[in-house]
């Protein structure tokens, strides 16, 4: 099997499912025969090919969850590493994953996977879903297992994301995986879903809003711009986001830049753990006590994967957001 950092081919031994080629940035192709194989897909400016569906694999982060479990295929992960917080799931769901084994949940303070490459290679994977710190690409590529990273979580990634992106991410894996079908009618739940909720945000409120990610314990606060999924779900709940003029994904901001755009409301993302703590990470830090938001009591706490990467929790994240801010009498 020969891999390259123009291809990475997967080779499988289990029987061949139904599905329809596809090739570069947009996952767009055409049948290559019968049995729809090989697959090409492009992943963070890499062509991964596949010629079979996986079988065998190995979860590094948990944002491909929602995917997988709507397309019927979570029963292929044989292991699974980094914490998979029970509200993000369903029932269904969380009794797929507490049957998939627990490599380790160990991160460091920022939420980042710490696992070696040989726990991981040991496991024998087809496919690795998620790239962490020192798991890179290039180094599964070595021995010959592809990986795929979330489009949003490509280094160096500045492409404004949309709700449209879930969409095309849920089509790129129903053709790794062979599920077309089943994609197409989680996509079209999917789009039924955002329109709903859309339908009931207060659009014209005018109130702005902070995405922000604090650090526990204290220390950097960091921010969410326009390359972020933050950006677009404030957009689709009525709320201006106040660091849109910021092409970064995410980068660090002092309280006194808080404290010049004084939001009136602000979104904490965390990892795991207690919200409340996570609240505290930024409340009590110098001077927040006179953000507007702090002293409205407008200050919420939300577990990561609901707003980053885009993904079905992303709908999920909107829809509590409204909720909280954002509907209709």
């Known amino acids: ?68 479990h709507s397309l ?11 914490q998979y917080p029970k509200e993000y799931y369903d029932a269904a769901t969380l009794a797929a994953l507490d049957r998939i084994p627990l490599l380790t949940d160990r991160t460091d303070t920022s939420g980042h996977l710490q696992i070696s490459k040989e726990v991981v290679i040991s496991q024998q994977p087809d496919l690795v879903l998620g790239e962490v710190d020192n798991l890179s690409r290039d180094t599964l590529s070595a021995v010959d297992i592809p990986l795929l990273e979330e489009p949003a979580m490509c280094p160096n990634s500045t492409a404004v994301p949309t709700f449209d992106d879930i969409y095309a991410q849920m089509r790129a894996y129903g053709r790794v995986f062979g599920r077309e079908a089943e994609a197409a009618s989680a996509v079209t739940a999917l789009t039924q879903r955002v ?54 994904r995410v980068f660090e901001v002092t309280v006194e830049e808080l404290l010049g755009r004084n939001p009136d409301v602000l979104i904490l993302l965390y990892g795991d753990g207690d919200p409340s703590a996570v609240e505290q990470g930024l409340t009590s830090l110098p001077g927040a006590a006179n953000l507007k938001a702090v002293r409205d009591g407008t200050v919420m706490t939300q577990l990561f994967n609901f707003t980053e990467p885009p993904s079905p929790l992303s709908v999920d994240g909107l829809e509590r957001i409204v909720d909280r801010f954002g509907a209709k009498p």
Do not use: W
Request: proline share 5%; aromatic share 6%; net charge positive.
């Open 195 to 248: 329109t709903a909720i859309r339908a009931r945000a207060q659009t014209a409120s005018g109130r702005t809003a902070a995405v922000l990610y604090p650090t526990v314990g204290g220390g950097v606060t960091y921010a969410y711009g326009t390359a972020s999924m933050a950006h677009p779900q404030l957009e689709a709940a009525g709320l201006r986001n106040v660091f849109g003029d910021s092409p970064e």
């Open 72 to 82: 019927g295929v979570l029963d292929r992960v044989t292991a699974r590493a980094g």
């Open 1 to 68: 099997m020969k891999v390259t950092r123009l291809a990475v081919t997967a080779t499988l031994c289990a029987t061949v499912l139904l599905l329809a080629a596809c090739g570069g940035g947009s996952g767009a192709g055409t049948s290559a025969g019968g049995e729809g194989y090989p697959v090409t897909v492009t992943n963070c400016g890499v062509d991964v090919t596949f010629d079979a569906a996986p079988q065998r694999v190995v979860l590094l982060k948990s944002a491909a969850v929602p995917y997988l």
